[in-house]
């Protein structure tokens, strides 16, 4: 089992920078692609931007330029780093690791979610 703990959200001003953690801990034989979704009030929960383990990255269209996922592998660990940031990125942002299990089985695993607000 992949239980993932989420750090780094709060309140930040428009234009601000904020930067996310979500590290995996558990008994896995891998995670493959991490990602993170983000959910805003009245809204479904969206794709922000994935990684594979190799490093291939993909962004939503509304944060490209602006957002940046990274990974260390050695830690476990999938970070976002959130620049120029609008009030509408005010969501929760959720961790996702796609992971197998040493019997090769692939299963997911979500973050507890963090706030992330931009207001003035």
């Known amino acids: 089992q992949v239980q993932l703990v989420e750090s780094g959200g709060g309140l930040v001003q428009p234009g601000g920078s904020l930067g996310l953690s979500c590290v995996a801990s558990?008994?896995?034989?891998?995670?493959?692609?991490m990602a993170w979704y983000r959910q805003a009030p009245g809204k479904e929960r969206e794709v922000v931007a994935t990684i594979s383990f190799g490093g291939n990255t993909n962004y939503a269209d509304s944060v490209k330029g602006r957002f940046t996922i990274s990974r260390d592998n050695a830690k476990n660990a999938v970070y976002l780093q959130m620049n120029s940031l609008k009030p509408g990125d005010t969501a929760v942002y959720y961790c996702l690791a796609e992971w197998e299990g040493f019997g090769r089985r692939p299963s997911n695993t979500w973050g507890q979610g963090t706030q992330v607000t931009v207001s003035s």
């Open positions: 558990g008994s896995f034989f891998t995670i493959n692609t």
